[in-house]
């Protein structure tokens, strides 16, 4: 509740690439105080997200949706578009997964007793993760990374319309589409996700990469500034 410049900040705040320097200061007060201490520093992760190619999926059986686990998102929020999911025969539901958090702590928040066993509900392991992305139709989710890092893999992506207050809203930004409960059924939503344009896709991934960092360039910048400091 303090005003921004009485706040402590780093004399140095890395993010992945210009998009992020961009949009950070015009979300938060603070970071808006400070912009000027944002400096475009590339992953934290290794990731390649390859070449935005039109991908060329069947969509006369069931649509594979990737639903990645969320940390912060109720169960409440999450399992009844789960379960809505597979109550339509045409959507298969993948879920994916932290490789940093207890195995059965995800599949107890997210895999209710009726879904146990069920047919079209695979779990995913984190291993297993790109080479089940290459058949996914759609990547679905409230906030995870795993969107963002879809939108540069050019994978259609649908943002589940929950309480959770949203600090970045893809889908004001046209980054992606919402799937809501209260609309028409899952399939005919997911269908229209996962049908859009290749163009449309090429267009989010420039958006989301543009002006992207080196991990390796931050390190020397990082250094630099200790050795001049002593």
Same mark, same amino acid.
């Given at each position: 509740?303090?005003?921004?410049?009485?706040?402590?900040?780093p004399?140095?705040? /890395?993010?992945?690439?210009?998009?992020?320097?961009?949009?950070?200061? +015009?979300?938060?007060?603070?970071?808006?105080?400070?912009?000027?201490?944002?400096?475009?520093?590339?992953?934290?992760?290794?990731?390649?997200?390859g070449?935005?190619?039109?991908?060329?999926?069947?969509?006369?059986?069931? =649509?594979?949706?990737?639903?990645?686990?969320?940390?912060?998102? &109720?169960?409440e929020?999450?399992?009844p578009y789960?379960?809505?999911?597979? +109550?339509?025969?045409?959507?298969?539901?993948?879920?994916?997964?932290?490789?940093?958090?207890?195995?059965?702590?995800?599949? #107890?928040?997210?895999?209710?007793?009726t879904?146990?066993?069920h047919?079209? /509900? #695979?779990?995913?392991?984190?291993?297993?993760?790109?080479?089940?992305?290459?058949?996914?139709?759609?990547?679905?989710?409230?906030?995870?990374?795993?969107?963002?890092? +879809?939108?540069?893999?050019?994978?259609?992506?649908?943002?589940?319309? #929950?309480?959770?207050?949203?600090? &970045?809203?893809?889908?004001?930004?046209?980054?992606?589409?919402?799937?809501?409960?209260?609309?028409?059924?899952?399939?005919?939503?997911?269908?229209?996700?996962?049908? #859009?344009?290749?163009?449309? =896709?090429?267009?989010?991934?420039?958006?989301?990469?543009?002006?992207?960092?080196?991990?390796?360039?931050?390190?020397?910048?990082?250094?630099?500034?200790?050795?001049?400091?002593?």
């Open positions: 509740e303090l005003p921004p410049q009485h706040y402590i900040f004399d140095v705040f /890395f993010v992945w690439n210009a998009y992020w320097q961009e949009r950070i200061p +015009a979300l938060s007060p603070l970071f808006s105080y400070y912009k000027t201490r944002l400096v475009i520093g590339g992953r934290g992760y290794t990731f390649t997200p070449a935005c190619v039109e991908r060329s999926l069947s969509y006369d059986t069931a =649509l594979r949706v990737m639903v990645p686990y969320e940390i912060n998102v &109720n169960s929020d999450v399992c789960i379960e809505r999911m597979l +109550a339509d025969e045409h959507i298969h539901v993948l879920l994916l997964l932290r490789g940093d958090i207890d195995r059965e702590v995800q599949l #107890t928040k997210y895999r209710t007793p879904l146990r066993d047919p079209r /509900f #695979t779990i995913v392991e984190p291993s297993e993760k790109e080479e089940l992305l290459r058949t996914t139709h759609v990547v679905a989710g409230v906030y995870s990374g795993f969107l963002d890092e +879809a939108i540069e893999r050019c994978i259609p992506v649908a943002v589940f319309e #929950t309480s959770y207050p949203l600090f &970045n809203d893809l889908v004001q930004d046209n980054l992606a589409c919402a799937v809501n409960l209260k609309e028409d059924d899952l399939s005919v939503q997911f269908k229209k996700v996962a049908l #859009t344009p290749h163009s449309v =896709l090429k267009e989010r991934r420039s958006v989301f990469m543009k002006g992207a960092g080196s991990p390796g360039e931050s390190l020397a910048y990082v250094l630099g500034r200790q050795s001049v400091s002593r």
